[in-house]
């Protein structure tokens, strides 16, 4: 039986490959996608996924959430993000993990008129089962629907998130991306009492995909495989020359590593079962605070300090099969 799945979206690039490694595999049932500002503005990031719907021939809805973190960006004591250095391909032509908008038609069809937020709390009001939350770029939308009604936890089967991280982090020298935009949505949504398994940067980064990946793509020659080689393409530059992981020649692919592990649970290793806290302020904004203390009592948080890099290649590449 394929697994209920609601993806909540700030896509990008590797959100791109998260909509389609969901939506190509026969073990998930892609119900629908949210879109959350993130990487960039909102409009960009609904824009985008809208545009890789189309790619796909996808028929699954796309619900626009919100345009701004709850309080994030209204406070001033924190730690400002640093800007990645910027990376340049062979042409001398600046590159970056995220483009404005996707090199793909303008979508035709748009968005639901309901709000993400509102649509999680309807549907899961009403779902006859549990469902997986996917939640790969700022957590703002799934706060805000815990705040119009935390009962909807009662049919929540587990949240997936993509974000944080113990010994690696890429925003400022304490925070990962998703938390550090929205840390007082991920604080609401780490306590919400539901089975919450985190994949950080630890992961993701362990979990490298190489060019070998992009040309098995190739080979399989179809509009969207073509278009997610050329996104890992990219990655593998701006990763070789911004944030070089332990394999040259490699790229972190962040948000589809999430949608592998429903796939198959043993692309994660070293998952610990602990507290994790995220700081709101200060220099440490952002930041995800992992207890690896033997002895806890109040445990939140399903942890993967690594993942599986030839179990995550061989997923992803099946499902463009
Ligand atoms: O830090 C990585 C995360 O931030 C990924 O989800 C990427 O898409 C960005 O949202
Ligand atoms: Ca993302």
């Keep these: 039986m394929a697994r209920k799945v609601i993806l909540d979206v700030d896509t990008g690039?590797?959100?791109?490959?998260?909509i389609m490694l969901a939506y190509l595999h026969k073990d998930?049932?892609?119900?629908?996608v949210c879109s959350v500002k993130g990487n960039q503005p909102l409009k960009n990031t609904n824009e985008n996924t809208l545009r890789i719907r189309e790619l796909l021939g996808g028929d699954f809805p796309v619900y626009k959430g919100c345009a701004s973190g709850l309080?994030?960006?209204?406070?001033?004591?924190?730690?400002?993000?640093?800007?990645?250095?910027?990376?340049?391909?062979?042409?001398?032509?600046?590159?970056?993990?995220?483009?404005?908008?996707?090199?793909?038609?303008?979508?035709?069809?748009?968005?639901?008129?309901?709000?993400?937020?509102v649509f999680y709390v309807d549907y899961l009001r009403r779902a006859k089962e549990p469902v997986t939350l996917v939640a790969v770029g700022p957590l703002t939308n799934l706060a805000v629907a815990l705040l119009i009604d935390p009962d909807i936890v009662k049919n929540i089967e587990e949240i997936v998130i993509m974000g944080g991280g113990h010994h690696i982090t890429n925003?400022?020298?304490?925070?990962?991306?998703?938390?550090?935009?929205?840390?007082?949505?991920?604080?609401?949504?780490?306590h919400c009492g539901a089975k919450i398994t985190m994949v950080p940067l630890d992961a993701t980064h362990s979990a490298y995909i190489g060019k070998d990946t992009s040309q098995k793509l190739r080979k399989i020659n179809t509009p969207a495989a073509n278009f997610t080689a050329d996104?890992?393409?990219?990655?593998?530059l701006?990763?070789?020359?911004?944030?070089?992981?332990?394999?040259?020649?490699?790229?972190?692919?962040?948000?589809?590593?999430?949608?592998?592990y429903l796939i198959d649970p043993d692309v994660l290793k070293d998952v610990f079962f602990c507290n994790v806290e995220v700081s709101?302020?200060?220099?440490?904004?952002?930041?995800?605070?992992?207890?690896?203390?033997?002895?806890?009592?109040?445990?939140?948080?399903?942890?993967?300090y690594r993942g599986d890099p030839q179990k995550f290649a061989d997923i992803f590449v099946e499902a463009f099969e």
Aim: one cysteine or more.
């Design 13 to 18: 690039s590797d959100d791109a490959c998260a």
């Design 28 to 32: 998930i049932d892609l119900i629908a």
């Design 71 to 117: 309080v994030s960006d209204l406070i001033t004591p924190r730690m400002p993000r640093t800007r990645n250095v910027d990376a340049y391909d062979e042409n001398g032509n600046k590159i970056s993990f995220h483009k404005e908008l996707f090199d793909l038609p303008e979508s035709v069809k748009k968005e639901e008129d309901v709000p993400a937020p």
């Design 171 to 190: 925003a400022t020298i304490a925070a990962e991306f998703n938390i550090y935009d929205d840390p007082e949505a991920a604080q609401r949504v780490l």
């Design 231 to 236: 996104l890992i393409d990219v990655r593998i």
């Design 238 to 260: 701006v990763h070789n020359q911004c944030q070089p992981l332990e394999v040259p020649d490699t790229c972190a692919l962040h948000d589809p590593l999430c949608i592998a």
């Design 280 to 304: 709101t302020s200060g220099i440490t904004a952002g930041q995800t605070i992992v207890d690896n203390r033997a002895h806890q009592e109040y445990r939140n948080v399903r942890f993967a």
